[in-house]
T-cell receptor, first 114, second 113 residues
Framework: KNQVEQSPQSLIILEGKNCTLQ??????????LRWYKQDTGRGPVSLTI?????NTKSNGRYTATLDADTKQSSLHITASQLSDSASYIC?????????????FGRGTQLTVWP | EADIYQTPRYLVIGTGKKITLECSQT?????MYWYQQDPGMELHLIHY???????EKGDLSSESTVSRIRTEHFPLTLESARPSHTSQYLC????????????FGPGTRLTVL
């Protein structure tokens, strides 16, 4: 069964600190993996996208890694800011169907305190 | 920021009412989607469309219906709302051949009393 599991479910850190969010998936055949940021009451916004051949990608203070062999990804946030408080969702796309299915994790709820 | 819009943003209605959630995009995307999301849970696909006059049901069974008369417009309708329909509804779109790259609207938070 194609699944995306994220950990931790929630995380509280102090402003300025770093954190790492984890994503494990069983989606096959794999096409790509995205990390989305979803602010409360808003739609998800893409942060990074990684294909099979990429193992790291950065977008400002966000750095995503991908290990396609172990089917794991992480999102590292450096020097956190209050505006980083949001849900971070790992989304994996397959290439085995016409629709090109997206499989969503439940997200990690990050809270940054001043 | 994606040019995809949803109205209303918040809706509180009584049981039995008919409602329509609006979604429109100005990017000319062929594919559009409706997702349902409960707090702390993953997004579930309830409807999608490949283009005008095309609508399909998603993975999660839903009592809602959709229509696609114009490329830019993909409304979702509930004929008789119930408390079990209380949820967040997210609309998304993607260009032809790029299903994996979906742009999301801000969502509609629906509460049925």
């Amino acid at each position: 069964k194609n699944q995306v599991e994220q950990s931790p479910q929630s995380l509280i850190i102090l402003e300025g600190k770093n954190c790492t969010l984890q994503c494990n998936y069983t989606v096959s055949p794999f096409s790509n993996l995205r990390w989305y940021k979803q602010d409360t009451g808003r739609g998800p916004v893409s942060l990074t996208i990684m294909t099979f051949s990429e193992n790291t990608k950065s977008n400002g203070r966000y750095t995503a890694t991908l290990d396609a062999d172990t089917k794991q990804s992480s999102l590292h946030i450096t020097a956190s800011q209050l505006s980083d408080s949001a849900s971070y969702i790992c989304v994996v796309s397959d290439r085995g169907s016409t629709l090109g299915r997206l499989y969503f994790g439940r997200g990690t709820q990050l809270t940054v305190w001043p | 920021e994606a040019d995809i819009y949803q109205t209303p943003r918040y809706l509180v209605i009584g049981t039995g009412k008919k409602i329509t959630l609006e979604c429109s995009q100005t990017m000319g995307h062929d594919k559009m989607y409706w997702y349902q999301q409960d707090p702390g849970m993953e997004l579930h696909l309830i409807h999608y469309s490949y283009g005008v006059n095309s609508t399909e049901k998603g993975d999660l069974s839903s009592e809602s219906t959709v229509s696609r008369i114009r490329t830019e417009h993909f409304p979702l309708t509930l004929e008789s709302a119930r408390p079990s329909h209380t949820s967040q509804y997210l609309c998304a779109s993607s260009e032809k051949g790029r299903t994996d790259t979906q742009y999301f609207g801000p969502g509609t938070r629906l509460t049925v009393l």
